[in-house]
């Protein structure tokens, strides 16, 4: 069956300067504004993983999460893989030899049309703590992969969020 509303006009409803509050006949969803996109890094050297956490805002805690930003927020037509080179050392003190796009994917498209490019790091070389930028309270987690899901068991007993895209390192074990 095709949705009635596939080809009704795309409304505006409320725009930001980072997200759009959108409708499409009885749709509504939120986007990124201005074009801005986001770049996900997958950090994994040495059998451990970098993850990061801070607080978000929306979900009233600390969330653990891969290293991310945002692409384009401040220079419009930014290179994806540069920004995420930018953010993976901001984030968590870790400058990569080289980024590997493993496609572009879509978080929870029911809701929400902001895509992220996902990159796979090379080469980790340590220059600093990490902790981002000031103001953002980033906590770096090196985690070895091993015993990721007993950790992640462990702060979900804590209180913390845990970003959905944490399933790209749990699927295989919860499929098993």
Not at 67 to 85: C, F, K, N, R, S
Not at 100 to 110: A, D, T, V
Not at 153 to 162: L, T
Request: proline share 5%; aromatic share 6%; with cysteine.
């Amino acid at each position: 069956m095709i949705d009635p509303d596939r080809d009704a006009p795309e409304e505006v409803m409320w725009q930001g300067r980072f997200i759009t509050a959108k409708q499409r006949g009885k749709w509504e969803y939120v986007g990124r504004a201005r074009g801005i996109q986001a770049a996900v890094i997958l950090a994994i050297e040495d059998g451990h993983v970098l993850l990061v956490d801070q607080y978000r805002v929306p979900l009233g805690r600390r969330c653990i999460e891969l290293p991310a930003g945002l692409v384009g927020d401040e220079t419009a037509g930014e290179d994806p893989g540069i920004a995420a080179a930018r953010e993976l050392e901001e984030e968590t003190g870790y400058r990569p030899a080289g980024l590997e796009s493993l496609g572009q994917f879509f978080s929870s498209p029911g809701m929400v049309s902001e895509s992220f490019t996902l990159f796979r790091a090379h080469g980790l070389v340590k220059t600093g703590d990490g902790g981002g930028v000031e103001g953002e309270d980033i906590i770096v987690h090196r985690i070895p992969l091993a015993t990721l899901a007993d950790q992640i068991a462990e702060w979900r007993a804590q209180g913390y969020a845990m970003d959905v895209k944490l399933l790209l390192l749990l699927g295989a074990g919860m499929m098993a």
